[in-house]
């Protein structure tokens, strides 16, 4: 009896551990169907920009890719055979104003172009791109390269003037080294010189004023600050040179002044050896604004000055 219950004992064993493996089988074999039902959904998901979710029936097509509306021009460099392309499209740039583009494409067709009829104008619209668009030193670069070109051109003096506007624009400030300046003055002569009879003669001569003017100001500038720091000799030299270089110039009047100013401030510091010579020195600044200059604002002033002067002047011949 003991040894049948051993036995049934064993037999439950082995019944218990069959019906476990098959239970585990079961599990492994719909695992296994699970993962294979959701990996090609999940490759899908990583092959493609916007997800989709496939259906039984319907394979996945990739997404079509949009058209970006670039010209065909987009990737091409400027080539004989696409050098007509070329040019239609920078002229197109340049009539819509787009100077920069325009000036881009044509500084590409340029080389292509040299000995053609063509390379005159382009050259020629190559540097009115820059013009256009405010870069007045490379236009006036390719302007003076214009003309140095094609001398015989209908262009040629077109070029040349915008040359000078060009250099003209990129004369600076009074205070700032006037190197531009006087570049722009000898090449406005240079123009008036190679075409006397031209159409902008009033223009050059009014360009020709106002640089004259922004020098003269600059040399002004400079004798009011040997004035102002008590450079009495300098200011002297200073007035000279400029009453030589600028007797035309709006700005005398106010020259004039300050050379009064530093006469008299000169002689009120001189020894009295010197004062009375200092002191001739200042009334003759003052006649000078007299006889030069009788409307000008300053006048006043340095007629009391001449007064005050005078009376010194009469009490050292008195003494002498």
């Known amino acids: 009896m003991h040894e049948f219950c051993i036995m049934a ?15 585990l089988d079961v599990c492994a074999s719909d695992f296994r169907a699970g993962v294979d039902t959701i990996v090609p959904e999940t490759k899908v998901l990583n092959d493609t920009v916007n997800p989709v979710t496939t259906t039984p029936g319907n394979s996945y097509k990739p997404a079509k890719k949009k058209k970006t509306g670039r010209s065909s021009l987009a990737n091409k460099r400027v080539t004989f055979e696409t050098f007509d392309q070329f040019y239609a499209r920078a002229l197109k740039f340049y009539n819509n104003g787009q100077w920069l583009s325009a000036a881009g494409v044509f500084e590409e067709l340029y080389p292509l172009s040299l000995g053609t009829p063509r390379a005159d104008t382009i050259l020629f619209l190559f540097a009115d791109s820059y013009y256009q668009n405010g870069d007045y ?15 015989n051109s209908e262009r040629t003096e077109d070029a040349f003037f915008r040359c000078i506007q060009a250099v003209y624009k990129t004369s600076p400030e009074y205070y700032l080294d006037q190197s531009n300046t006087n570049y722009a003055i000898e090449q406005i002569k ?10 902008h003669v009033e223009e050059c001569n009014l360009m020709l004023d106002d640089l004259r003017l922004k020098l003269a100001r600059k040399e002004l500038e400079i004798m009011k600050l040997y004035y102002n720091t008590d450079h009495y000799e300098a200011c002297q030299i200073a007035a000279n040179d400029f009453f030589n270089k600028y007797s035309y110039s709006p700005l005398m009047p106010e020259a004039v002044y300050y050379l009064v100013l ?16 200092r002191l001739k020195a200042c009334l003759e600044s003052c006649q000078k604004m007299r006889l030069n200059h009788p409307d000008s604002k300053y006048l006043k002033e340095t007629e009391k000055i001449a007064q005050e002067v005078t009376k010194q002047l009469e009490k050292y011949n008195k003494k002498s």
């Open 262 to 277: 530093n006469n008299y401030e000169y002689s009120k510091r001189s020894t009295e050896r010197k004062k009375p010579e």
């Open 9 to 23: 004992r064993k037999t439950c064993n082995i019944l218990t551990i069959m019906l476990l493996a098959f239970a």
């Open 137 to 151: 030193n490379m236009a006036a670069l390719h302007f003076r390269d214009y003309v140095r070109r094609f001398p």
């Open 190 to 199: 240079a123009f008036l010189q190679a075409y006397p009879d031209n159409k």
